[in-house]
């Protein structure tokens, strides 16, 4: 689960990014599976009013997972289109790790793009590296990065792009780039079937990550992680499916049709 904020951000899309400056409201839903066993689900509450997007995640671990590593996240975030860039406002996350809480919020000042975040627990050094501030400049949070990144695609561009990222907690460059289409067969009941566009994404940690992991950044692949877009509204595509490739295996995201 070290991957759940990123994860998070890459699977949350919608396909009221790009349409008439009114208030929209669309809630989403998605399991999380490791091999065969259902680990988890996310719950996705969406409003845009105007040029806004404002966004309300529930997670939570299930299953034989939860007895193992429990957990459960609340975000809350919110971004602004300015200029016709889509900018970051609030990045908030309340969590629960086998029972520890964390706490983090980012907020950047709309007037001045001043970024200003509180964390709780403060980093704890001998496990982590620091987030040095110089790097803190320019960044956006993960929400803000993934609405980029579709609305790109609901315009007929390529996923490719460089972002820089701050989520309070970890400090990251993420890489996407357009792999490939591909037709999706709906292996669950409720998933998603239909064309794809299949993104791939590279994350190169620049502060906030482990300093004992298995994890070795330089030899990933873009086909390691892995986006499906589908058009699952209308002419707008959101990602409907993603698969993360670990030492540990896969897990895999799925958009479900809500009953």
């Known amino acids: 689960m070290k991957y759940l904020a990123l994860i998070l951000a890459l699977i949350i899309g919608t396909p009221s990014i790009v349409v008439a400056d009114e208030l929209t409201k669309t809630n989403f839903y998605y399991d999380i599976q490791w091999g065969h066993l259902i680990i988890g689900h996310i719950s996705v ?3 845009r009013k105007n040029s806004s997007i404002k966004l309300k995640v529930k997670s939570r671990s299930e299953g034989a997972i939860s007895l193992l590593y429990n957990y459960k996240s609340d975000l809350v975030a919110s971004s602004y289109k300015e200029d ?4 970051p406002n609030l990045y908030m996350v309340n969590s629960s790790v086998r029972n520890k809480q964390y706490y983090s919020k980012v907020f950047w000042n709309k007037k001045n793009k001043i ?3 509180k964390i709780d627990p403060l980093l704890d050094l001998e496990k982590v590296y620091d987030v040095p501030k110089t790097t803190l400049k320019n960044v956006i949070d993960p929400i803000t990065a993934i609405i980029r990144v579709i609305e790109k695609i609901n315009k007929d561009k390529p996923c490719d792009t460089k972002l820089r ?3 309070g907690r970890r400090r990251y460059n993420l890489s996407t780039k357009e792999l490939e ?3 999706l067969i709906n292996d669950r ?4 079937k239909g064309d794809t566009i299949v993104c791939g994404i590279k994350v190169t940690p620049m502060g906030g990550n482990r300093i004992e992991s298995k994890w ?3 030899n990933d692949k873009f086909s390691d992680i892995k986006v499906f877009f589908g058009t699952a509204a209308k002419d707008f595509h959101l990602p409907v499916r993603m698969k993360l490739n670990r030492w540990f295996g896969t897990i895999t995201f799925r958009l479900l049709k809500h009953n």
């Open 45 to 47: 509450s969406l409003e």
């Open 84 to 87: 016709q860039i889509w900018r």
């Open 115 to 117: 970024l200003n975040y």
């Open 165 to 167: 990222i701050f989520d």
């Open 181 to 183: 289409k591909q037709y």
């Open 189 to 192: 009941p409720r998933s998603f």
């Open 216 to 218: 070795k950044p330089e």
